[in-house]
């Protein structure tokens, strides 16, 4: 007898008993519903834990100046000038896991175009030509200045997208001249919409300068405020902040018992943490939905043995008239694998609707992976077979006799 | 071997008994169209264990049916009739004794060796008719070919057959429900005889049927026993319908009691020919 009959006449015994059949499924529904939905919650929660990394910047670290101590006075991480550009470029030189790196100079002030005032809340800050590349944040118009810009100090921006908003309203601001703190720069690009970091301040509110530009002609310093540094690979952050750390410690000539004159921060450190605990999340919301799926199991062996007892007078005469053992154990079977892969696949659009839905309703952000989707029609096969076994073979270990003659 | 013969060499017989009996000719024995014995039972012992009671079911039966025989098996209650029959139907193993079925000794094969012998070799008819429900009568019939392993259209083309030669043609998609008592045991009929099977055994199948409906499916019986040369064995406990038969043995106390010819059977087909006709027997089932 071929598979694809026996499907058939598997197919058409569940339907004879329609409403039992969709309730025995239902339990496999749930249960394969439920892994689906609580797995894309839990991905979408790991997925945006990846995402604010990429947001961050590209295996972004930060190193900034220690704390100024003047007469016992601390001024806090950033007071001190101790980080110079020759420091960043030691560290692009000297350090394999580092792929580039970008000094950092932050000042504030009021920002000028035509009859419009602007206050920046993201600062005025002076990088070099590496800017977008460190924290992968590509220009929307115009250009980025370029390495010349940076030696010579030029008076160029490239402003975010909320300055563009508030200063420039509406017209293209690219080749235009605005005045940050008096002093007139021209608009050379506008920088893509970033968004909010993850504490909720607005990245694009902010005007990038050559920093050299933001020493000499706004601040009147030689040192710098931050390095910012993109190491060669998400792992590499790691070795490239022990690498850095003690590149600095020799240039900054720190002695062994001198603690650090400056701050090495890892954001690789904290996303990969939110990722972890965002994956346990997912392993147990996982785990207590597979436990409904144990139990949507568990219904199918007992429809089963109710199944086969009720049949035993159709077991009794599919057996008289030859059928083999082996084939009532495969009718039985495939009936359960049949319940258990259609309540998967209907499971798979419930899950799939409940995710649509809790993200909609909640604004949860979830992501259904296709292998979720994949791994509960094999498991929900998997269940049809495993509690579907036993009713089966208990079927075709009746004995005929005894089977035509069940009332 | 003739049946006289087998009778003689029977050593259960009851002696007596059978010298009492009218029949001691045996028509078809000397026909020269009947092939070698069909079956043979030798020495058949069936004991169930039942606690600590052994039950002895039968004790040491021989027998031998020939090819295009039709006999009735009688016997009361606990007489053995229904082991024998569950023996001959591959159903059961005896304890003890040999079966030969068409040549070969079925007495020791496996479970899945006798389902192939079932299916195969052996056509079922119950008192109850046993169709599988909400199932169309054409593919009740299928049934035993799908275990065969015949391909579809075969398969519905055997079916139609088997429908036909019982008259059921125009009954084929009809659910067990909507058919009467008598139709339901000929959908059984034709399911019994669609794999061409060496034998059909038949349980009580006028049990449940009114006397009307028995003479009908008795002349089934008769017709496929007259004009396809099909071996029929049925067990009844009505010495009317054992009438029909052409061959009656009767079990007592696990043994066979009697062995005889029956010298003019009944005619189902004269005796429905002189019931007075009723508008329509089939008016039941709708």
Redesign the interface.
Known sequence: ??LF?TIRIAIRALT?NKLRSILTMLGIMIGVGAVIANIAIGQGASSQAQASIANMGNNMLFVQSGSMNTAGMRGGAGSSNTLTPDDAAAIETECPAVRAVSPAVFANGQLVFGNQNWVASGRIQGTNEKFPDIRSWPIAAGEFFTEGDVRTAARVCVIGKTVADNLFAGNDPVGLTMRIRNLPFRVIGVLSTKGQNQYGQDQDDTVIVPYTAAQKKMLSITFINQIMVSAVSPSATYTAESQITDLLRQRHKLGANQDNDFFVRNLTDIAELADANAKIFTNLLASIAGVSLLVGGIGIMNIMLVSVTERT??I????????????IRRQFLIESVTLSLAGGVFGIALGVAASIVISNTLSWPTLISPVSIFASVIFSAFVGIAFGYYPARKAAGLD??EA?RYE | MTVREVVSNNEEKGRDLLEAQVVTETEHANDPLLGPALITLEHIHKTYQMGDVEIHALRGVSLHIDRGEFIAIMGASGSGKSTTMNILGCLDKPTRGHYVLDGQDVSTLSRDELADIRNRKIGFVFQGFNLLSRTSALENVELPMLYLGLKSSERTERAREALEIVGLADRMHNMPNQLSGGQQQRVAIARSLVNHPSIILADEPTGNLDSRTSVEVMGVFQQLNRDRGITIALVTHEPDIAQYARRTIVFKDGRIKNDYLIKEPRSAREELESLPPIEDDEEDDE
Request: aromatic residues 0%; hydrophobic residues 50%; without cysteine.
């Open positions: 007898m071929n009959l004879r007078r159709e009794g005469i599919r057996m008289a008239i030859g059928a083999r053992s082996k084939a005929p006799i035509l």
